[in-house]
């Protein structure tokens, strides 16, 4: 049974960083796609970043490009989201997904694996 477990997270002042973790188990993850999504009070569920676990090939939603970074550590079997230059509309609830693939899918219906949320807040 695939786990996601997430960690960081927190608040953090307008131009701050933060990291989130995210451990998985349960499975060899060589054949999946990590991803991270959030989700703002009365949105919708968006994709912030995904990478291809053997491959290490990444996605990133246009918001975040070239302030958030997405990468894996593969002894741990940890996906990490270092959030840098952070704007009060980054606040959010952010989840970590996985699921088999071998391209990135930008919409959370295509990840059956979840982590448990974590708030991310942003004050101005």
């Known amino acids: 049974q695939v786990q996601l477990v997430q960690s960081g997270g927190g608040s953090v002042q307008a131009g701050g960083s933060l990291r989130l973790s995210c451990a998985a188990s349960?499975?060899?993850?060589?054949?999946?796609?990590m991803a991270w999504f959030r989700q703002a009070p009365g949105k919708e569920r968006e994709i912030v970043a995904a990478i291809r676990w053997s491959a290490g090939s990444t996605y990133y939603a246009d918001s975040v490009k070239g302030r958030f970074t997405i990468s894996r550590d593969n002894a741990k079997n940890t996906v990490y989201l270092q959030m840098n230059s952070l704007k009060p509309e980054d606040t959010a609830v952010y989840y970590c997904a996985a699921d088999v693939a071998s391209l990135i899918f930008t919409t959370p219906y295509r990840y059956g694996y979840w982590g448990q949320g974590t708030q991310v807040t942003v004050s101005s």
């Open positions: 349960g499975r060899t993850f060589s054949s999946y796609v």
